[in-house]
């Protein structure tokens, strides 16, 4: 089935991602609450996804140019969905679901059809009945685009004709600043955004050229993008994300970011106290850290404004096209090691930080000139510019906000939704996808330097948990939004 017979060229953004060096893919691990029937998840892409252009062609060059395009094909479904035979008596269906996934970052996507597949996993686990995986090749789109077409495929299980709905992000109002004050505030925030912009566009030069992070245990080593990754997920309460955000005034992004650096601030110590007495070194402190840790986070951001759900679905219904393609800007996120005495501190310095991001335009210069690098100099040199800053810093970092209500996926009900992305030269990237009243966080590591990621996923919990009876200790809560 074809929905499309126009070729298309690759975007920028498509073609920095078949770079040998940059050649990314995108996991989205699916919880279901019942078994998954394969026939009713194929009639369903049939339906929907394949008459998504990307979905339905494949990467080839032409007669007339070498240039990779999109190239209309017929989808075999047979091809796309996988259900392998198990053995429903295994040990640790846990273990193996894990295995399974960090097996596919091995084998490379065949390009002599469309780059995706969805896996079907039917083995109980702890968190759900079955286990639907989908991968996806990175140029057929940016993360954002491609979760709102996954979430335009779902429908509410209270109403299965209904989309389902996303929160509306509150925005504060400036009205009330008036007279005199107005004009203050403008000319002070003018001034603020230029300074910020000038600082960290600063950084980011001086991260290409030669800014490094320190080299700590999760810092990635040369050539680890090639490495076999291994997926975790563990899942958490909202309302204790909501908690501590009403309680500081602070946004759902600003308490992540802020109990992330503790999770890996108290991860890393434990590391380092067992690297000191493996060296016979008695450390009598309970902080094991360096004094100076260099550790920045690289968050993509999509400088494309993205079809909502409703338009993707109705774009499939009728097998028409939407706005499509990644275009990338970057940022770069200090992130701040140390054990806080008063843990509350993590959040108001990620406050901080991430104000100071959003009042810069970082995004719109990194992207401009990933855009003028590759027109100027071509495709390769804009991928090692990009591969560049992602390998002088630690980490990839990512928050994205899913559906309010529980979904149906072609007739399945989710437990819960765990993307991630592999193919980038870090040791760890964290993503955290909310649903319904939950937050999971799914991270995708490189065994062979971090061997343990559930621990990580334990520090998390216990860093939230830390940082909310702080807050409760306070006596700084408020209600719950």
């Known amino acids: 089935m074809a929905a499309s017979t126009k070729e298309e060229p690759l975007s920028p953004g ?100 469309p780059l995706w597949e969805v896996h079907i996993l039917n083995v109980k ?80 030069m001086a991260t290409i050229l030669f800014l490094k992070d320190s080299k700590s245990p999760i810092y990635g080593t040369p050539g680890i993008e090639h490495n076999p990754k291994r997926f975790v997920h563990k899942t958490f309460c909202l309302n204790d994300i909501k908690l501590v955000k009403n309680a500081m005034n602070m946004t759902v992004n600003d308490v992540l970011t802020g109990v992330t650096q503790a999770d890996l601030s108290r991860y890393l110590n434990r590391i380092y106290a067992n690297e000191y007495e493996k060296d016979g070194v008695q450390k009598q402190k309970a902080n094991n850290l360096p004094k100076r840790i260099r550790l920045t986070a690289i968050i993509l951001v999509n400088t494309r404004p993205t079809a909502g759900i409703q338009a993707l679905a109705d774009m499939m219904a009728k097998n028409s096209k939407a706005n499509w393609g990644s275009q990338i800007g970057y940022i770069i996120v200090p992130f701040t090691i140390a054990l806080q005495d008063d843990p509350v501190d993590y959040v108001r310095g990620a406050k901080t930080i991430v104000d100071r991001k959003k009042q810069s335009l970082e995004v719109t210069f990194t992207s401009q000139l990933a ?85 990580l996923c334990a520090d998390f919990e216990e860093s939230l948990n830390i940082i909310k009876n702080a807050v409760l200790e306070k006596g700084l809560i408020k209600e719950i939004a």
């Not at 702890?126 to 639907?132: F, P, Y």
């Not at 789109?141 to 992000?169: F, H, I, Y």
């Not at 819960?416 to 799914?442: D, K």
């Open 371 to 455: 855009n003028f690098v590759q027109k100027t100099f071509g495709d390769k040199a804009a991928a090692a510019l990009l591969h560049r800053v992602v390998s002088n810093t630690t980490l990839a970092f990512s928050n994205m906000v899913g559906p309010q209500e529980e979904i149906i996926f072609y007739g399945h009900t989710l437990a819960y939704i765990a993307p991630s992305v592999y193919g980038h030269p870090h040791a760890l990237t964290i993503h955290v996808q909310s649903y319904i009243n939950n937050l999971t966080i799914c991270l995708a590591v490189d065994p062979s330097l971090i061997p343990d990621p559930h621990q």
């Open 125 to 204: 686990t702890s968190e759900a009945d079955a286990v639907g995986v989908l991968r996806i090749h990175h140029s057929i789109g940016d993360g954002v685009s491609l979760m709102s077409l996954l979430l335009a495929c779902t429908r509410k299980t209270s109403n299965p004709e209904a989309l389902p709905t996303l929160p509306v992000q509150n925005r504060k109002s400036t009205s009330s600043v008036s007279g005199g004050f107005w004009s203050f505030f403008v000319i002070w925030s003018t001034l603020r955004i230029f300074f910020n912009t000038i600082v960290n566009i600063v950084v980011f």
């Open 14 to 113: 498509s073609r920095l991602f078949q770079a040998p060096r940059l050649n990314l893919h995108i996991i989205v691990i699916m919880g279901s609450k019942t078994k998954i029937n394969a026939s009713v998840i194929k009639a369903g892409l049939e339906q929907t996804l394949i008459k998504h252009p990307r979905f339905s062609s494949k990467l080839a060059s032409t007669f007339f140019s070498s240039l990779l395009r999109w190239i209309p094909t017929k989808v075999n479904i047979e091809d796309h969905v996988i259900v392998p035979e198990l053995d429903l008596e295994m040990d640790s269906p846990n273990q193996f679901v894990e295995d399974y996934i960090s097996n596919l970052t091995t084998m490379p996507m065949d390009i002599s059809k």
